[in-house]
């Protein structure tokens, strides 16, 4: 899935085709864009505001920085040893 005119007009968003051409300069999955919309949306009706341009950004980028987080997680977030019960 990509930044369709669609789904942003789904979230609420009027978008020029140069705004859905820098949004895909994002290195973001189907899944990830779904979710940003979601999140965008989801907060700006929260603030009473509409969803901007701008609000999108912000979540593309807190959703990469998310990605890289998890990346570079310690390993306690992976699953436990099992040890042995003497």
Same mark, same amino acid.
């Given at each position: /899935?990509?930044? =369709?005119?669609?789904?942003?007009?789904?979230? =609420?968003?009027?978008?020029?085709?140069?705004?859905?051409?820098?949004?895909?300069?994002?290195?973001?999955?189907? +899944?990830?864009?779904?979710?940003?919309?979601?999140?965008?949306?989801? /907060?700006?009706?929260?603030? =009473?505001?509409?969803?901007?341009? &701008? +609000?999108?950004? !912000? $979540?593309?980028? $807190?959703?990469? +920085?998310? $990605?890289? &987080? /998890?990346?570079?997680?310690?390993?306690?977030?992976?699953?436990? !040893?099992?040890?042995?019960?003497?």
């Amino acid at each position: /899935m990509r930044w =369709g005119e669609s789904l942003l007009k789904a979230a =609420g968003l009027t978008v020029t085709t140069e705004d859905i051409a820098k949004l895909a300069d994002a290195d973001l999955n189907g +899944r990830q864009i779904t979710n940003v919309i979601r999140t965008a949306s989801t /907060m700006a009706k929260l603030d =009473g505001e509409a969803v901007t341009y &701008e +609000r999108l950004v !912000e $979540e593309i980028e $807190e959703a990469i +920085r998310f $990605e890289r &987080e /998890m990346l570079q997680a310690p390993d306690y977030l992976g699953k436990p !040893e099992l040890k042995a019960v003497a």
